[in-house]
């Protein structure tokens, strides 16, 4: 399939059909990379709780590195999406050079930076004295390997926002398939504990970039070469623009993590600090995996909505929205149903030796599966406003959740409930937010709907 034969893809096929479909790699992605964050956790479950607890205090650094590789990755591949649908190639393949190539740089530095000095960095993140050593070996490798982490969610999300998501799959399935074997390889047969996780994640993760690399020299791809790298004020500009929703979302996603480590650890009984924090980590790893459902159908619709934006096909980009949030509003309402159905035997799954860990963890997944229905119209709408190029409103969105409502309910409600309040506190952040968008969802359906009143009218979905 050549670029023009994908144009014709994009803004042609019907709206269900075409969201779905894009949808599917996408979904499989997210659900395979999210259960590897499950599986990296039960192997290290059985360790010891501590051991649990240091790859909670680490997730903060990913996200770190999640964040850049996300701005990059968003700031770049919205502006490729809405250039495509405008047929400017040569300046999409510009943009994806700027945004691969600085990823990697900025990933190099922070390699150099905190990899020498792996205990600092984990009391930074929150350890208390018993988990640092764990925590460091778990950082061990991944810190290394920080470079191909980075820029490798940025490959994954230009060809995700070109419409060419399976090969994106193809990078990121396959890695984590990788990670799950070297997991057990590593810590089971070998017994190499934590550092063993540490690096079957660097390894897998280093395989996950080369064949995404790959993905992007297909003919329906935009290819990525170094003498495309021409970064400019303009180019850094528009990353910017598309991209600041991520980083934003990102960095209060970090902080949240961090408030919930020191906070876990402060109102947790004595004696039991470990098995908090423990219990946190294995609830917000397996909100992971059931958001990875909802996040792959969503970044299906992206590419979709900003393709036919930049083509100026309104009509499509109102469909393509209203279907979505429908669509992940049902898929919710299923996974909330499940996950308190079976809250019990999923965090047992982890770690069924420890009973504070398994009280503590069921009573919070069972409280986030509650509210876990309204995550999804912001999670569309945020998504829709960053691909259209409209960056104050998704940053907005993007913030809410964790940032404008998630860190100061984990400082109030405690002071009231004690540790019952930092159980209650993404609950009550998940329904702020979605309160929060429903104005923004209305005003884009409206305007969306005034755009295209003057557009020639197309299949409905």
Request: aromatic fraction near 12%; charge should be positive.
């Amino acid at each position: 399939m050549t670029l023009d034969d994908k144009y014709r893809e994009m803004t042609e096929t019907p709206i269900r059909r075409l969201v779905l479909r894009l949808a599917v790699p996408t979904t499989i992605s997210m659900m395979v990379t999210s259960l590897y964050n499950v599986v990296d956790a039960a192997f290290v479950g059985h360790l010891s709780t501590e051991a649990t607890a240091g790859i909670g205090i680490s997730f903060a650094y990913m996200i770190v590195v999640q964040a850049l590789g996300f701005f990059f990755g968003h700031g770049s591949g919205n502006y490729i999406s809405r250039a495509l649908g405008a047929r400017r190639f040569d300046t999409a393949a510009t943009m994806a050079a700027v945004g691969f190539f600085t990823t990697f740089i900025i990933g190099s530095l922070m390699a150099v930076l905190f990899g020498f000095n792996l205990p600092a960095l984990a009391r930074l993140l929150g350890a208390t004295p018993d988990v640092v050593p764990y925590a460091a070996q778990y950082l061990r490798y991944i810190v290394f390997a920080t470079p191909f982490m980075m820029s490798s969610l940025t490959l994954n999300n230009q060809l995700r926002l070109q419409g060419n998501a399976r090969y994106g799959m193809v990078g990121l399935v396959s890695g984590a398939v990788l990670n799950i074997g070297l997991d057990a390889l590593f810590i089971v047969v070998l017994g190499w504990g934590v550092t063993g996780a540490s690096l079957a994640t660097a390894i897998s993760q280093t395989v996950s970039w080369c064949l995404l690399l790959w993905g992007t020299t297909k003919p329906s791809s935009i290819h990525i070469s170094l003498r495309n790298f021409r970064p400019t004020g303009h180019a850094y500009y528009e990353i910017l623009m598309g991209g600041l929703p991520s980083l934003c979302r990102q960095i209060f996603n970090c902080t949240s993590a961090i408030c919930l480590n020191y906070a876990a650890a402060r109102y947790a009984a004595p004696g039991c600090e470990a098995s908090t924090v423990a219990a946190f980590t294995v609830v917000t790893r397996t909100m992971m995996f059931a958001f990875s459902f909802v996040l792959g159908v969503n970044q299906g619709f992206q590419p979709v909505a900003g393709y036919n934006y930049g083509a100026q096909q309104y009509a499509r980009v109102r469909q393509s929205y209203l279907f979505t949030v429908s669509f992940t509003t049902l898929l919710l309402m299923l996974l909330s149903v499940a996950g308190i159905l079976l809250a019990p035997g999923i965090i047992a799954l982890y770690r069924d030796e420890d009973p504070v860990m398994l009280s503590i963890g069921i009573q919070v997944l069972r409280y986030q599966c509650i509210a876990f229905t309204a995550v999804g119209l912001p999670t569309t709408t945020n998504m829709l406003f960053q691909v259209i190029r409209m960056p104050i409103r998704s940053t907005l969105i993007s913030i809410g959740r964790q940032g404008l409502f998630f860190i100061p309910t984990i400082f109030i409600l405690p002071c009231f409930l004690g540790l019952q309040g930092i159980m209650l506190t993404q609950a009550v952040a998940d329904v702020l937010t979605c309160i929060f968008s429903v104005p923004f969802a209305l005003w884009i359906a409206r305007r969306l709907k005034k755009l295209s009143a003057e557009q020639p009218s197309v299949a409905e979905y």
